[in-house]
């Protein structure tokens, strides 16, 4: 796939864009990796201005420039920025709302920032609609012109891995003027680009699949042009603080630069983990966006290349107890919370999410890593019950 940019022109695909982290080099050593930032404070020109543009830390950092540039050209977007966390960048978005107003968010979606929507942002004034967004008369229904301001989708949804129709939620959405924000977190820029789709906001948490080795906490926006409700996002971060230390900056850059191949690999070992497990006799069903008789497997197809994610579920024969007993008899795989990790991650996930979680309590998530497939099999294999 060739990218398109609306920002400037960068005639090579992805796979090269990340290995060379768009081919920047150091104007000043010549270096092939580019220098950390570590001034929190930057000196005004001799007409009192800021040459540079660099003010201070708390807002910007020269360090984040060459991940956003390169999160813009994987995303297709104009601007992005770099965030502290995922949450951060999740949270910036509706903060970035006004109290009153309406947002459709999805039914199924990561736990954390439904339980910040349901016990900060319901109390700061803002009005939700939580919405099973696999149906399109729903989202259609929950819209309230003049009033949603916002359609938060979160696509694969975790931990379902529920699949939502970009192109059919943009176009509903953007009838009653309301923004679409993607948490594409799950599906990487790899495999789904929101905004060529017609979505306005895409969200990572760059701690998970763009980084990729469990060692940085980040998160990222990316848009598809410039406006004041952007503008407003990023003053958010920039008085809040909500911003990465140089340091993990640049570490997340140096791991995208083998996003490609991991991302790759990852779907690959994912895909036969699916297909092997939904044959054996104690996992009662198997979520992934790959199996032809997921419910989204079509819509996935539609909108995603390359691949269907390193992410999948299991449902296990027994219950709570004998999913917790499964997670708890792996030796491979390890059992921690997060994903996108180059290492393999299984979890429980209806203890981590407590009452009033969708998540069936007999459901075991599975963030797929890069290992060898076959001892992943083997592992869950002689973790599962032979009864
Ligand atoms: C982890 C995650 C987040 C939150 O990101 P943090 O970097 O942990 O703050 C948001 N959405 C999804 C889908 C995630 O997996």
Not at 25 to 36: R, T
Not at 137 to 153: E, I, N, R
Not at 193 to 201: F, H, N, R, S
């Amino acid at each position: 796939m060739t990218i398109k940019t609306t920002s400037f022109s960068y005639p090579y695909s992805s796979a090269t864009a990340v290995a060379q982290a768009l081919g920047t080099i150091d104007k000043e050593s010549q270096g092939v990796v580019l220098p950390i930032h570590v001034a929190t404070t930057y000196i005004r020109g001799v007409d009192n201005s800021y040459p540079t543009g660099n003010v201070y830390s708390r807002a910007d950092n020269p360090t984040y420039k060459p991940v956003e540039q390169l999160l813009c050209q994987l995303e297709q977007g104009e601007q992005a920025l770099l965030f502290s966390s995922g949450m951060a960048a999740a949270t910036s978005v509706f903060l970035a709302l006004q109290p009153g107003d309406h947002v459709i968010v999805p039914h199924i979606m990561y736990w954390a920032l439904r339980h910040w929507l349901l016990n900060f942002a319901k109390d700061w004034g803002l009005q939700f609609s939580f919405v099973d967004m696999t149906q399109l008369h729903l989202v259609k229904q929950a819209m309230q012109p003049g009033k949603t301001k916002l359609v938060w989708l979160e696509t694969p949804g975790n931990p379902l891995w529920t699949i939502s129709d970009i192109t059919e939620i943009v176009a509903l959405a953007h009838q009653a003027d309301a923004w679409v924000a993607v948490d594409s977190t799950c599906a990487t820029p790899i495999l789904s680009q929101p905004l060529a789709l017609g979505a306005d906001i895409v969200m990572h948490s760059a701690t998970k699949y763009l980084n990729g080795h469990s060692d940085v906490i980040a998160g990222a926006l990316i848009t598809a042009a410039d406006h004041p409700y952007w503008q407003r996002i990023r003053s958010i971060r920039a008085q809040l603080g909500a911003v990465p230390s140089p340091y993990d900056a640049a570490q997340l850059l140096r791991g995208m630069r083998t996003l490609h191949l991991r991302v790759k690999a990852a779907c690959e070992n994912a895909l036969f983990l699916a297909e092997q497990l939904q044959q054996h006799p104690q996992i009662k069903a198997v979520l992934y966006p790959g199996l032809p008789n997921f419910a989204g497997y079509e819509v996935a197809c539609k909108q995603m290349s390359g691949g269907f994610g390193g992410m999948l579920s299991i449902q296990v024969v027994g219950g709570e107890a004998a999913a917790i007993h499964v997670a708890a008899n792996t030796k491979l795989w390890k059992r921690a919370t997060s994903l996108g990790g180059v290492e393999s991650l299984i979890e429980h996930r209806a203890s981590v999410e407590g009452a009033g979680t969708p998540c069936p309590s007999d459901l075991l998530r599975l963030s797929a890593g890069i290992e060898d497939k076959h001892e992943l099999l083997a592992d869950l294999l002689q973790a599962l019950p032979s009864r």
